[in-house]
């Protein structure tokens, strides 16, 4: 495994499989876990000087796994970029008929925090996360029979998209 893609394990199993108080007791990121120890988790380097997004989408896509991250290793994006980037992530896979997959993304330069808790900044590197939005759909339903949101601040839940 490259010395990067063993960062970005380390992350995902410390901190965002990591129960957290400013997550209500839930892990960080809830469902990771269950694909990585399944092996549903795609994980590679992206070099968008070198490859472009939607080929790396499409090796995730034949993989038949549930889930990737992908470790993008050039381009600083600030925190405030991160939104506007992920919507355009969006967009493109939408445009190339992948419209069945969304992304989420993980900025170390994000400033969103609980109680002065921010996972995002513990990233190795910028990552993207992508998912089949049946599932993301599924989860964010399930947390939201939970407290998981209770202790997110305003712009944090906006952020999300999260109705309270």
Request: net charge neutral.
């Amino acid at each position: 495994m490259e010395p990067l893609l063993e960062e970005v394990l380390s992350y995902v199993i410390n901190v965002l499989e990591e129960k957290r108080g400013e997550f209500s007791g839930f892990a960080v990121c809830p469902f990771v876990k269950a694909d990585r120890v399944a092996d549903q988790l795609f994980m590679k380097v992206y070099d968008n000087e070198k490859q472009s997004f939607l080929s790396v989408a499409g090796e995730f896509i034949k993989s038949g796994k549930r889930s990737a991250l992908l470790a993008q290793v050039n381009g600083e994006i600030s925190g405030d970029e991160t939104k506007s980037y992920q919507q355009f992530i969006n967009m493109l896979l939408t445009e190339a008929g992948y419209g069945n997959i969304g992304s989420l993304c993980f900025n170390p330069n994000d400033e969103l925090n609980i109680d002065g808790h921010n996972p995002r900044s513990l990233a190795p590197c910028f990552l993207i996360n992508l998912a089949y939005k049946k599932d993301l759909r599924k989860g964010h339903r399930s947390l939201k029979r939970t407290n998981y949101y209770d202790k997110m601040p305003k712009e944090y839940l906006e952020y999300l998209g999260v109705k309270k």
